[in-house]
């Protein structure tokens, strides 16, 4: 429902008591309430190291310092409603912002200011696992900063000193809650990873189930079994984990909280288990209640469960402090706690010091990886492959050579916004630290043809199929995977920047995937801002914001520029196509451009490839912008 009192649009603009300095203001707007349960639950995922907020957003502008205080409001809530508050991260919380990344070694700030947060459980994601510096500061700082909390029910970590296989935290965890005194069992699962860095072991999931630990862990008769994971909800290890703990325990409520596919939504697999996820970048928290659970009596377990029948209701809230004052019924002034406040602060502090306002240049207009069609002007993938890659994608001693340069979509991560592009900016949107490697002298007739290839056309397909190593979703975003696999999740998975949207058409050749039709209901009321309009299992009225939907466009798999190709002719015709061309591309794509060389005649391997520049993809971004976009936008 819609409290029309928040649509008088509260004066908010100082955030001198939350946020970070300079961050956007917050925004009023009409928001949906939160319903309790007896059991309710905060949840966070793949933050990847956003915890100072979005910075240029009104909409996300809350930091994790805020959050801290939300939390702590809600917990007194819980407290006088005689109901139980957990706190959730379901991993991914480094890699993808300046405040984890820029930083030697990286996360020197962000594990101190994330452990500031009593969460209740968490687990890891794929991003803790990708190099072995970034495992091993898990377990040595993360693990131990939040002890019996940190699940790790798939996970094993190579001890260096001894070169032992040990669990990388406890297994599962089983506890009572602290007002209503039910039992949860309590996973930590990640999907089934298979590129973790040599000091770490993911299981199946397949073959977790069938571990000693596992079976005799889904027969502690609960009230509530909690599975917490990196896992996508509609991954077939979620439904996997669902069945077996279904099997054992017909009536036990099963609350899923999942992440990865940096979407909102929610997922019903019976009606007493349902899985919520919760957005990414620190853009959303997820609000999941359970009510109705039935505690068991010693005898009549069966019975009593069975009669129970258990509500699931989900909000998606928006890191707007305008809302977060909104569910707590405070003020900006009785907002901020006193331990908020030194979060705030503490993060305020780690992004002076690794100095991520300082910009590199002023980005003339917003550039959209997925607000905005392939190819346009406003595509963030057209900027990249018109004007970035022709210039980056060179080396003096072969600038002549005509070459195709190929570079992912998945490698951009976020989209840019007109106005300062700042140290903070180039993590945001390319935290990888990829770099160009090339095989020279192809014959342009088998290189020409590796792009269609990897944009999912041709006979390379099969060995490019789903679930395989070589799987093609791997080279786009998490986002788009996602809405692939599931078209109902699909303005969940626009970006939600709450700025003046970008509408384009759809113009036949690249339909937008997502468009809303009911523009109509919405058009009436003033001031939505535009966001999330989740579609899940229980409906479209999850998000806490009631926002003007946004079209989310599906891009290609890959970009690829054409660098020192001979001139066109005067009319009009293209130039000749060269006999031989450097086949330029992010090393990140490799086994790909190779498989994909074979089907078109060019018999590579990786003794042919060699590194094309030294520096990252990255640091040449960072200088294009430099020499591009030079300026400050009129900062002092
Ligand atoms: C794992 O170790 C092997 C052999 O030492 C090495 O070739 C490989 O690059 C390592 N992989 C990772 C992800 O660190
Ligand atoms: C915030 O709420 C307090 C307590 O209700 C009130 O005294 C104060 O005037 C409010 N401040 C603002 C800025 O609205
Ligand atoms: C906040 O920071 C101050 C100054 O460092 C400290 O004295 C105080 O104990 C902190 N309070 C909390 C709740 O963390
Ligand atoms: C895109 O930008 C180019 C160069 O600035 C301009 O010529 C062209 O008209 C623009 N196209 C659109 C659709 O705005
Ligand atoms: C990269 O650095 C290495 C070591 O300094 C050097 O030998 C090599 O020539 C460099 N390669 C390129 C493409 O600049």
């Known amino acids: 429902m819609i409290l029309e009192s928040a649509l008088v649009a509260a004066s908010l603009a100082t955030v001198a008591n939350g946020a970070q300095p300079g961050a956007a203001a917050p925004v009023a707007a009409p928001m949906r309430d939160l319903d309790w349960g007896q059991i309710n639950f905060l949840h966070t995922t793949d933050t990847h190291g956003w915890h100072g907020g979005h910075l240029q957003e009104p909409q996300y502008s809350a930091d994790w310092g805020d959050y801290i205080s939300f939390a702590e409001h809600m917990k007194a809530k819980a407290d006088e409603k005689g109901v139980d508050l957990l706190l959730i991260d379901t991993g991914d919380r480094i890699e993808g912002n300046g405040l984890y990344d820029a930083s030697d070694p990286k996360g020197k700030y962000t594990y101190d200011i994330v452990r500031e947060q009593p969460i209740d459980v968490l687990c890891t994601g794929n991003h803790e696992l990708y190099i072995e510096d970034s495992v091993r500061r898990e377990h040595d700082i993360t693990v131990p900063n939040f002890r019996d909390a940190y699940l790790a029910s798939n996970l094993d970590y190579i001890e260096p000193q001894t070169g032992n296989q040990i669990p990388q935290a406890r297994r599962y965890r089983k506890f009572k809650t602290k007002n209503q005194g039910l039992t949860v069992v309590a996973f930590g699962f990640l999907f089934d990873f298979d590129r973790a860095a040599n000091n770490s072991v993911v299981q199946k999931v397949e073959d977790t189930i069938k571990e000693d630990w596992f079976q005799k862990a889904i027969r502690e008769k609960p009230d509530l079994f909690v599975v917490t994971g990196h896992v996508g909800l509609r991954m077939k290890e979620f439904e996997l984990l669902f069945k077996v703990i279904r099997q054992e325990n017909w009536y036990t409520?099963?609350?899923?909280?999942?992440?990865?596919?940096?979407?909102?939504?929610?997922?019903?697999?019976?009606?007493?288990?349902?899985?919520?996820?919760?957005?990414?970048?620190?853009?959303?928290i997820g609000w999941l209640s359970v009510d109705g659970i039935k505690k068991r009596a010693k005898d009549s377990e069966t019975a009593i469960a069975a009669a129970a029948s258990p509500t699931f209701k989900r909000r998606y809230i928006d890191n707007n402090l305008y809302g977060l004052h909104h569910h707590t019924g405070l003020n900006e002034t009785t907002f901020p706690t006193e331990h908020g406040r030194n979060v705030t602060q503490m993060i305020a502090k780690g992004r002076k010091e690794l100095k991520l306002d300082q910009a590199y240049g002023c980005a003339p207009q917003d550039l959209w990886m997925n607000r905005a069609e392939f190819p346009s002007n406003a595509s963030v993938f057209t900027w990249l492959e018109e004007q970035v890659l022709p210039a980056i994608a060179t080396r003096d001693d072969r600038a002549d050579v005509p070459r195709l340069a190929i570079a992912n979509t998945g490698m951009i991560r976020f989209d840019i916004f007109k106005g300062a592009f700042t140290v903070d900016s180039t993590y945001i949107v390319s935290p990888f630290i990829s770099k160009f490697n090339y095989i020279q002298d192809v014959p342009y007739s088998a290189a020409k043809r590796v792009l269609a290839m990897l944009n999912g056309g041709g006979p390379v397909f099969s060995a490019f199929e789903a679930g395989s190593a070589l799987d093609t979703r791997y080279l786009v975003s998490p986002e788009q995977w996602a809405f692939a696999e599931r078209p109902q999740v699909a303005n969940a998975a626009a970006a939600a920047e709450a700025r003046t949207p970008v509408h384009l058409q759809g113009d036949g050749l690249q339909k937008p995937l997502g468009s809303e039709g009911d523009g109509s209901g919405s058009k009436k009321k003033p001031d939505l801002i535009t966001g999330y309009t989740t579609k899940d299992d229980l409906g479209d009225d999850g998000d806490d914001t009631e926002h003007e939907p946004i079209t989310f466009y599906a891009v290609p798999n890959c970009v690829q520029s054409e660098i020192a190709f001979p001139a066109a002719q005067q009319d009009g015709q293209g130039g000749e196509e060269p006999d031989k061309v450097d086949l330029v591309?992010?090393?990140?794509?490799?086994?790909?451009?190779?498989?994909?060389?074979?089907?078109?005649?060019?018999d590579y391997g990786t003794d042919d490839v060699a590194v094309y520049r030294n520096q990252t993809v990255t640091d040449l971004l960072a200088a294009w912008i430099t020499d591009h976009w030079a300026g400050d936008c009129g900062a002092k």
Request: aromatic content about 18%; cysteine-free; hydrophobic content about 45%.
């Open 253 to 284: 409520p099963i609350a899923f909280l999942g992440g990865h596919a940096h979407v909102r939504d929610f997922r019903k697999f019976d009606d007493k288990a349902y899985a919520i996820a919760s957005g990414r970048y620190m853009e959303t």
């Open 585 to 602: 591309f992010v090393d990140y794509v490799q086994p790909w451009v190779l498989t994909a060389l074979k089907f078109s005649g060019g």
